[in-house]
């Protein structure tokens, strides 16, 4: 990967990594992966770059004076800290950055100044945005003076989403769906009939088993169906009809 040309001096929005070195990271290799050409945290002109040209172990920083790169502590295979300081003499040394490593990412760690800056930026900004609003619902009248006035934010309060008009089905889907269902009901017959409205539902099976087939009787003069019996002759009656008036006579004109 190609360095990221940036300030130096602030290379807290910065992160790099190898993806071929990330699966074999170890706290033996750690400081092989942080010292790759492409990694921007990395000073060429350290101490540790002189005894990799002389292929000396990290014992012998100790013995020398610079810029050097140790590793701090170690969370094996995810977190790794590395920490950049300048030694004086073998027991004096001044820490100038840390750097922490998070599966196989190197990120610079923040120091309390940057953390106190970015924590008090983010409180600035979320103050000056609620005073901007409130800016806007403050009006000024001559004869009143200064007020609020929140009908814009009432009125989007107050809006209800619009309801959706349902369109009508088609004779066609209708149809259609009458068929289905007369289909669905022949293969699986309803379990539960009900016989009246407002009743409750009865299972069919107690309706099939209320159809029982007639017993045969003991007495077989009691298995002949039975015939009505005759009924008594109907007298004639004659009805007496009135007798009709006369015709109306009516005069005869010559």
């Known amino acids: 990967m190609a360095p990221i040309p940036t300030d130096k001096n602030n290379q807290l ?10 699966p ?7 400081l092989d992966y942080f010292s790759e050409r492409s990694n921007p945290f990395y000073d060429r002109t350290c101490n540790n770059e002189t005894i990799k040209m002389q292929r000396l ?8 004076v610079g810029l050097e790169y140790v590793l701090l502590h170690h969370q094996a295979p995810i977190l790794y800290v590395i920490r950049k300081q300048r ?8 820490t100038i950055a840390d750097y922490h490593i998070i599966a196989g990412t190197v990120y610079q760690s923040p120091d309390l ?23 806007s619902y ?21 809006k209800k989403p619009a309801k959706v008009k349902e369109e ?13 269902l007369s289909t669905l009901t022949s293969k699986f017959p309803h379990k539960f009939v009900q016989t009246q409205p407002g009743e409750k539902p009865v299972p069919t099976q107690a309706l099939t088993s209320a159809e029982v087939k007639p017993e045969k009787l003991a007495n077989p003069a009691a298995a002949q169906p039975l015939t009505a019996a005759p009924r008594p ?22």
């Open 13 to 22: 929005g910065l992160s790099w990594q190898d993806p071929a070195w990330v």
């Open 24 to 30: 074999h990271l170890s706290k033996e290799n750690v």
């Open 57 to 64: 172990g990290l014992e012998h920083l100790e013995n020398m």
């Open 87 to 94: 030694r004086q003499s073998p027991k004096q040394v001044t």
């Open 113 to 135: 100044s940057s953390i106190c800056n970015s924590r008090l930026m983010t409180t600035f900004h979320r103050l000056e945005a609620a005073f901007s609003e409130a800016l």
């Open 138 to 158: 403050s009006r000024y009248h001559p004869a009143k003076g200064y007020s609020w006035q929140f009908n814009k934010k009432d009125q989007k309060e107050n």
């Open 168 to 180: 009508p089905g088609s004779s066609f889907q209708c149809r259609r769906v009458d068929v289905l």
């Open 233 to 254: 002759p109907v007298a004639n009656v004659t009805v007496k009809q009135e007798p009709k008036p006369p015709p109306d006579k009516r005069m005869k004109f010559m």
